[in-house]
């Protein structure tokens, strides 16, 4: 069984939607603490009321958000040098990613006190898990998991040079946005043409939607349904073709390498597939080597 220390702020991660997404080590410790910092105190006192769990003079709700994360991070502090365990929530998801609870987390460990995490509901992981996106076998480190963007910029300009940036990068990426801006970034998201993108609407909610469509294509899936721009959206840009192109050469690289020697592999998978001859020959180093 874990010991949960005094003097310690325990990072709770709370659902996303679906309040059956919580875990029984997170109700555990949301009984234990002496003190609930979050982003909401009415959100949060209706989240553990949910629960059966009270709040009041034993055990306060504590204001911590993005516009006092600064000053509240020392009253924090104060409770933990008195040897309280105080636990953090976000209004849904784990704190600290794209919710406030970094400057509180940073802050503490400053102090030299202890931080614990409690794992649980995510958008990231949650739409990544539905989106189908996989790594070749066989590919470049370079082409391994993904990039987690967060929300983009909300001027058009800065949307536009962010969205560039991720043009130029082959890499899975993983984007937050909010149901008043999703139309806006659904049409600046247009310049990627084909690239597929997994759209995940009301993640755990009675309303989900997922659904995987070309970059172009987003803007009118979401005018096909009113309904469609309402909620919280996490969206998955997966990998471009010319990872998918560099992956399936070294997949055939790779069964041909089992059969051939170095350089008979390097030619015919360069036939077969179109790909630089040096690139392959790199390549089929690499993979020998391995």
Not at 35 to 42: L, P
Not at 208 to 218: D, H, M, R, S
Not at 250 to 255: A, D, E, F, G, Y
Not at 258 to 283: D, F, Q, S
């Amino acid at each position: 069984m874990q010991h949960y220390p005094e003097a310690t702020l325990y990072i709770v991660a709370t659902p996303i939607g679906n309040l059956a997404d919580i875990s029984l080590r997170a109700l555990h410790v949301l009984q234990l603490v002496d003190a609930v910092a979050c982003e909401d105190t009415r959100h949060t006192q209706s989240l553990l009321h949910h629960y059966g769990i009270q709040t009041g003079a034993s055990k306060p709700l504590l204001a911590v958000h993005q516009h006092n994360e600064a000053q509240a991070a020392g009253l924090v502090v104060e409770r933990l040098r008195r040897s309280e365990r105080v636990a953090y929530v976000s209004d849904a998801g784990t704190p600290a990613v794209s919710d406030p609870g970094a400057r509180l987390v940073a802050t503490v460990r400053a102090a030299g006190l202890k931080v614990m995490p409690l794992p649980g509901a995510s958008s990231v992981t949650t739409v990544l898990s539905a989106a189908g996106v996989t790594r070749a076998e066989g590919s470049t480190d370079s082409a391994t998991g993904f990039v987690f963007v967060g929300f983009l910029p909300g001027k058009a300009g800065e949307r536009d040079q962010a969205i560039q940036a991720l043009r130029a990068d082959t890499r899975v990426a993983v984007i937050l946005e909010a149901p008043h801006r999703i139309e806006a970034l659904a049409s600046a998201l247009a310049v990627l043409q084909d690239r597929l993108v997994t759209v995940g609407r009301e993640l755990t909610k009675q309303f989900e939607e997922i659904a995987t469509i070309p970059a172009q294509g987003l803007a009118g899936w979401l005018a096909a349904s009113p309904q469609r721009t309402r909620g919280e959206f996490a969206l998955v840009l997966h990998a471009s073709a010319t990872q998918e192109r560099a992956e399936g050469s070294t997949r055939v690289l790779k069964l041909l390498l089992k059969e051939l020697p170095l350089k008979t592999a390097v030619k015919i998978a360069a036939e077969i597939t179109g790909a630089p001859r040096n690139e392959l020959y790199e390549a089929a180093l690499k993979l020998k080597k391995q």
